[in-house]
């Protein structure tokens, strides 16, 4: 039997996962999330690539009651992105121009925790999941140690781990060839080169190159490209800077599962569909989706509405921005490679 029962069980401890808890239990669900022990998470500010996330995220945040996790890990700010010839602002409305933030990834993610925790989240923390059972009525979580909980609902968050959709072999599209992505934090001593330097998105050679300039003379960079290459080094811009971090590299595919929705179980984030950083709103979309998914299943839990009805407009949300998403891509991409 089961040693608890909950509305909500939920998967990874990331920004979809930690975002969704939040927002169910402030819709008063029970929730548990497994996941690893984030208040263990020790990594100094500034040592690892910054993160760039779209402006939409601070209305999200404030949502979440949880604005500090962004002004407490801002590692820069941007209005708008060079593209080699001009500038693109990120947008303006009455308040003026759209303003981006670089991000501490780490720290934002254990500020958010504390949140989620400050609200009473329950927590299993570095327990393997053994098995998931699937029911008409509920799912049925046993893991390493032998325990067993229940929930109505269950929320994927496991990022690029994909728990659920490899565990229920969910079909998914590929929208890609294969895209390798290597990024890295470099220090720059030569003031005038950190003074030259702006939030851009532009060909470099046969790549393409993300700079994001920081406080503190750091510079955040990633580079993409279709090719395989045996040396992933520094772009040649950053070449006499000091890169103080390892240089992390990544084979991905855009892909999206069929499902993000499936027989109680919902798929938020890169647990749903990914997309190489240049979309640059990893974290917005994220959490984007793990609050709408708590908000559908609050929604059907405490307000009767209807699971099949509420299940696909989920479903119907998060495949159309992901193919808007992709589609943009294409055409800068294209434009690019073509301009």
Not at 184 to 189: A, D, N, T, V
Not at 323 to 336: D, G, H, I, P, W
Request: glycine content about 8%; some cysteine; hydrophobic content about 35%.
């Amino acid at each position: 039997m089961p040693e608890k029962c909950y509305d909500v069980i939920i998967i990874g401890g990331g920004t979809a996962g930690i975002s969704a808890a939040i927002r169910c239990l402030q819709q008063d669900l029970t929730c548990v999330m497994i996941t690893k022990d984030i208040t263990r998470l020790d990594y100094p500010f500034q040592s690892t690539p910054a993160e760039s996330v779209h402006p939409g995220l601070d209305t999200i945040m404030n949502m979440l009651s949880a604005h500090e996790a962004i002004t407490l890990n801002a590692r820069g700010s941007y209005t708008r992105i060079y593209d080699g010839e001009s500038f693109q602002e990120l947008g303006r409305d009455e308040n003026g121009a759209w303003t981006g933030t670089h991000i501490d990834k780490p720290g934002f993610v254990k500020s958010l925790f504390a949140v989620a925790l400050s609200y009473g989240l329950a927590t299993i923390t570095d327990e393997k999941i053994r098995t998931i059972r699937r029911e008409k009525d509920y799912i049925e979580v046993s893991m390493s140690n032998g325990s067993q909980i229940r929930s109505r609902f269950m929320i994927d968050g496991s990022g690029k781990e994909q728990l659920a959709g490899k565990l229920f072999k969910i079909s998914k599209t590929n929208f890609s060839n294969p895209i390798i992505c290597w990024s890295g934090l470099s220090r720059i001593s030569d003031s005038k080169l950190m003074a030259s330097l702006k939030t851009s998105f532009q060909k470099d050679r046969q790549n393409w190159l993300w700079l994001a300039p920081e406080i503190n003379h750091y510079c955040t960079w990633t580079q993409v490209s279709s090719t395989k290459n045996k040396v992933y080094e520094v772009p040649a811009v950053l070449s006499n800077a000091l890169l103080v971090s390892p240089i992390q590299v990544h084979s991905m595919r855009w892909r999206l599962y069929d499902q993000v929705y499936s027989n109680r179980t919902f798929l938020c984030g890169d647990a749903a569909g990914l997309l190489d950083p240049s979309s640059g709103q990893g974290i917005l979309m994220s959490a984007m989706s793990g609050i709408f998914a708590a908000d559908t299943i609050a929604g059907i839990l405490s307000k009767g509405h209807s699971e099949s009805i509420a299940s696909a407009h989920y479903q119907q949300w998060f495949r159309q921005i992901f193919r808007n998403k992709v589609s943009q891509l294409n055409q800068y991409y294209t434009e690019t490679v073509n301009g």
